[in-house]
């Protein structure tokens, strides 16, 4: 299969190089690691042990394939969508965390898009080199959930490369639980500066738990099957499996980057502005963090 990866910074290069052991995979990314991918190749490290020679481009347009999978950050989502929409592809998928961003696709692309969750852990260490801290799975189907034959034929792409994937029917439940997690782990540990493990106790277990069944209850207004307990039960088992994990959204303030927290707690606000539902915990969380924003990102 022809794949290219919209965005192969820590997770794209990652499930890229996974991909790039079974198919031709073309990496769109940034100076210097585009360079050193093209000329030296692409070593996968950490879980893994592997190199790879994926092509590497920072041209982002005019570009076909299969399948394009976007992994950059929800707040370039818009961007990738305008320069996929110059190219050609059979299907479209997101493996990005936060939500909306299937929408944004969609606003610029005629191909299906499909929504996907990725547990992998992935650090780009530097130019060329990435780490997996994680292995997990991809799930992977119809943004609007029900069944796909796109998403069963790009599945089976996924499995052939040695990816451990699901083939998932309830996508909308799937994002709004992983939604749930994020806006749970993600602020609390990105504003205290802990590993994800510190949110299975005391206050930021409490904050955690509150912000994921406010996340919960949106879902359901939002005509999605979710429930409180589940939700914090995802948070609990997320943070055990990951307890010296640094979020994202730490690593992004630790960096002094913009973060995700307008795809995910605010996303969560927005949503429950929208039905009624009071959201008091995120709406803290997410305007605690875009004030780190404004002053230090
Ligand atoms: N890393 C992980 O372990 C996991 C990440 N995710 C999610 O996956 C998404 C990506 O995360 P992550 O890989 O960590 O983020 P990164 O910032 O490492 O990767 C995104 C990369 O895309 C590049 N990029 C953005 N726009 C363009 C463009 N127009 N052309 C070329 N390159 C571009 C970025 O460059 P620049 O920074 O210069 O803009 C960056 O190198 C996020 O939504 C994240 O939450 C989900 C699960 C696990
Ligand atoms: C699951 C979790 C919380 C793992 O760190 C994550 O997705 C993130 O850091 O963005």
Redesign the pocket.
């Known amino acids: 299969m022809e794949i290219v990866v919209?965005?192969?910074?820590?997770?794209?290069?990652?499930i890229g190089g996974l991909l790039a052991r079974e198919h031709r995979v073309t990496f769109?990314?940034?100076d210097p690691?585009?360079t050193e991918v093209r000329e030296s190749g692409l070593r996968v490290g950490g879980a893994f042990d592997f190199r790879v020679h994926p092509s590497a481009t920072?041209d982002?347009r005019e570009l076909r394939a299969n399948c394009a999978i976007?992994?950059?950050?929800?707040f370039?989502t818009e961007?990738?969508g305008r320069?996929l929409a110059t190219g050609e592809f059979d299907a479209v998928l997101?493996?990005?965390?936060?939500m909306g961003?299937e929408d944004v696709l969609a606003d610029y692309l005629d191909c299906p898009i499909l929504a996907g969750?990725?547990?992998?852990?992935?650090?780009?260490t530097e130019p060329g080199t990435v780490e997996c801290?994680?292995v997990?799975e991809i799930a992977l189907g119809a943004r609007e959930g029900g069944d796909s034959e796109t998403a069963r034929t790009i599945g089976e792409a996924f499995t052939t490369a040695g990816i451990e994937t699901e083939i998932a029917d309830d996508m909308p439940r799937r994002l709004w639980e992983k939604l749930a997690v994020?806006a749970g782990i993600n602020p609390v540990t990105a504003l205290s500066r802990v590993e994800n493990g510190t949110v299975l106790s005391g206050d930021a277990s409490e904050i955690a738990a509150t912000a994921a069944r406010e996340t919960a209850r949106v879902a359901r207004a939002d005509g999605v099957e979710l429930t409180d307990e589940d939700t914090v039960s995802a948070v609990e088992t997320v943070a055990s499996a990951t307890v010296s994990n640094v979020s994202?959204m730490h690593?992004d303030v630790e960096a002094g980057?913009k973060t995700?927290i307008e795809?995910i707690n605010g996303y969560v606000v927005a949503r429950g502005e929208r039905y009624g539902v009071e959201t008091p915990v995120n709406r803290t969380l997410s305007g605690l963090v875009k004030t780190w924003e404004r002053t230090n990102g």
Do not use: D, I, P
């Open positions: 919209f965005g192969a910074g820590s997770l794209g290069s990652l769109v990314a940034r690691h585009a920072g982002e976007v992994t950059v950050k929800a370039q961007t990738a320069q997101s493996l990005q965390n936060g961003n969750t990725a547990s992998y852990g992935a650090v780009l801290t994680g997990g994020n994202s690593q980057r995700e795809a």
